[in-house]
């Protein structure tokens, strides 16, 4: 993705936490491609220094190995920062319930931490990663940004704390912040392993080995599933907003439509044929449903589209075909 078009100043100086994962390794690359400086704040708990190892020679990017749970690490990060992009979280709703503790401090207490730090440093606008699993037990269809339900899991409850979080750092300390709701993103870098795997990267591994993905539950349950760059695109229009009621509230980040399990799995099929026929007929299993899960989820993207310029360029097939290509190019 090509930044520049969209007129972000080049002489920023950005924060990425959780800079080395899946989100923020992608921001790195974009936001330095565009000539900023760039410093990533991670403890590489669930990222990896692979992922951005490419850029230690570039003389624009520092990297401060630490732990937003630790006040100090959060305050040398923030130092001559302009823009903060929090993304650094214990994500997965399972790894919530296995584990809230832990889960609860990564989330809650580091971003307070990150969020004073920010306030203390005078930074120019706080932007983090919100999440769809705050809309919890809402039927409302598709998803406003406005109307939430009760959360279903720990992380859910975590992701709805830091909105508050946020909106009584903007009344209170002054501190712009924008919350952006990610809706199962997906693309170039996502983990395909370990017991907390998404299920795109998950399964392409999978049929790519020849093995059989586990559905959970039936099939039926969708999701508005979210290529990388549509989301690379909502940090920087978060970070260039400049209309009063534009800053200081929450935004759906989606493409604006469902795709249930069973199309999904149909689709990575498909797309992995073309370089394999044999995938084709590898068979789907199907077993229980998730804890915790919220049965379909789609998003209105209105808001970001009126007040942001929002204009997502990948539904699921081309993010899809994107995603597929880099993993069979990068994991085969």
């Not at 979280?89 to 919530?96: D, N």
Request: glycine content about 8%; hydrophobic content about 35%.
């Amino acid at each position: 993705m090509n930044i520049k078009s969209l007129g972000f100043d080049p002489d920023y100086h950005i924060l990425v936490t959780g800079g080395s994962g899946f989100i923020g390794s992608n921001l790195c690359e974009v936001l330095l491609k565009n000539g900023n400086k760039v410093t990533c704040l991670d403890n590489f708990a669930t990222g990896k220094k692979e992922n951005i190892s490419h850029l230690f020679s570039n003389p624009k990017f520092k990297l401060i190995e630490g732990d937003i749970r630790n006040l100090e690490d959060c305050h040398k990060s923030c130092l001559g920062i302009d823009f903060v992009l929090h993304q650094a979280a214990l994500g997965s709703v399972p790894r919530s319930i296995n584990d809230p503790i832990t889960s609860n401090a990564a989330n809650i207490s580091g971003f307070l931490n990150m969020l004073v730090a920010a306030r203390d440093s005078k930074v120019r606008r706080f932007i983090y990663a919100a999440s769809s699993s705050t809309y919890g037990d809402s039927k409302n269809m598709p998803k406003v940004e406005e109307v939430i339900g009760k959360p279903l899991s720990p992380y859910a409850i975590t992701k709805f704390v830091n909105e508050l979080y946020a909106d009584i750092f903007s009344k209170t300390y002054g501190v712009e912040t924008i919350g952006l709701r990610y809706f199962n993103v997906f693309g170039r870098k996502q983990d395909p392993n370990g017991a907390y795997a998404a299920v795109i990267p998950k399964f392409v591994m999978q049929f790519m080995r020849y093995e059989s993905p586990v559905i959970n539950g039936d099939g039926s349950y969708s999701r508005d599933f979210t290529y990388i760059d549509n989301v690379l695109e909502m940090n920087v229009r978060a970070m260039i907003a400049k209309e009063k009621n534009a800053i200081n509230t929450v935004y759906n980040v989606a493409y604006g439509e469902r795709t249930d399990l069973n199309k999904l799995t149909q689709l990575i099929k498909e797309v992995l044929s073309e370089f394999d026929e044999k995938i084709a007929e590898i068979p789907v299993n199907y077993g229980s449903p998730r804890k915790g899960d919220v049965p379909h989820s789609l998003a209105s993207i209105d808001k970001a589209r009126q007040l942001l310029g929002y204009d997502p360029q990948y539904d699921i097939k081309s993010g899809l075909r994107e995603a597929v290509n880099w993993y069979w190019k990068h994991l085969k």
